[in-house]
Nanobody
Framework: QVQLVESGGGLVQSGGSLRLSCAGA????????MSWYRRTPGKEREWVAT????????NYADFVKGRSTISRDDRERTVTLQMDNLKPEDTAKYYC??????????WGRGTQVTVSS
């Protein structure tokens, strides 16, 4: 059974840090590009960051660039998003997303991040 399970969300003060993790199971994790997305109620889901298969390439949305680091551990089948200098506008539910080059994709159920001002 395919699973993507996020963890690490919570409540943090503005300027604080959180480390989100996503554990994958039931698919060949190493063959997938891994990403984080986020969604705030009433807004469209927005892409946050991606680490490519093999970890060769990382990309970030402008709103987290310089404040976040995405990484993967294929042996542990995990992808993490370290977020620093968090802002109230980072409050959202964060989702893990896996996509293979042949089009197969999976979503996690999300973890809530709340940043207080």
């Amino acid at each position: 059974q395919v699973q993507l399970v996020e963890s690490g969300g919570g409540l943090v003060q503005s300027g604080g840090s959180l480390r989100l993790s996503c554990a994958g199971a039931g698919f060949r994790f190493s063959l997938f590009d891994m990403s984080w997305y986020r969604r705030t109620p009433g807004k469209e889901r927005e892409w946050v960051a991606t680490v490519s298969q093999g970890g060769r390439t990382v990309n970030y949305a402008d709103f987290v660039k310089g404040r976040s680091t995405i990484s993967r551990d294929d042996r542990e089948r995990t992808v993490t998003l370290q977020m620093d200098n968090l802002k109230p506008e980072d409050t959202a539910k964060y989702y893990c997303y896996a996509r293979a080059s042949w089009g197969v994709e999976y979503w996690g159920r999300g973890t809530q991040v709340t940043v207080s001002s």
